[in-house]
């Protein structure tokens, strides 16, 4: 699995009073350029999509979601968004789940009681399992933590069955864990 890991994009951020959406469309442009180039497969983005918690502007969410329509269209398989402390309230990326999810673009905005979570089983093109990511919003409250529990689609999910007739794989059986830096790719299995 090829992996694309990026942080802080901060669309709708303003420098000495100037709005920055020219430097955001052309960051999105070459983000969307690298993962067809490097055939990345997943895509994590770790918070601060916008750049502060009042509504973006029509402008930063047509970036956004151009860039998302563009990464799925470049062959990016699946796609998984944390909310940052810039993105609040977190109900506002997590809106549109019903739409995205559907394109294998998953968002967290929160942990949580009563909220579906962020752990994704995640498939390879044949079905089989692929990876297992657990996806943490950063500035968990202890709320957060202490009623979190893993979502019902992991949790109901269909066992994979080898051909054999093998049972489940474990994450052991998927291979070893990957970490990604920021901005660049790496090939390997989870």
């Known amino acids: 699995m ?5 942080a802080d994009w901060h669309l709708g951020m303003t ?20 993962i067809e180039r490097e055939s990345v497969d997943l895509l994590l983005v770790t918070g601060d999509i916008f750049d502060n918690g009042s509504p973006p502007s029509a402008t930063s969410q047509s970036l956004y ?3 998302l329509t563009a990464a799925a269209a470049a062959g990016c398989r699946h796609i998984i968004i944390t909310a940052g402390n810039h993105d609040s309230p977190p109900a506002f990326l997590e809106a549109p ?3 995205l999810e559907p ?9 949580g009681a009563g909220h579906p979570g962020g752990t994704f089983l995640l498939d390879r093109p044949d079905g089989k399992p692929e990876c297992i990511v ?6 968990l409250r202890d ?25 489940s794989p474990s994450i052991r059986k998927l291979g070893k864990p990957h970490v990604s830096c920021s901005l660049k790719t790496g090939r390997g299995s989870l």
């Open 2 to 6: 090829n992996v694309l890991h990026t």
């Open 15 to 34: 420098l000495c009073g100037r709005r920055r959406d020219k430097e955001a469309k052309e960051f999105l442009d070459w983000l969307a350029g690298v």
């Open 65 to 67: 979601y151009r860039f």
């Open 97 to 99: 789940r019903e739409i």
């Open 103 to 111: 394109l294998n673009i998953h968002i967290v905005g929160k942990a």
């Open 134 to 139: 657990a996806a943490v919003p950063p500035y």
């Open 143 to 167: 709320r957060d933590i202490r009623h979190s529990t893993p979502p019902a689609s992991l949790l109901m999910k269909k066992p994979y069955r080898s051909a054999k007739g093998g049972s």
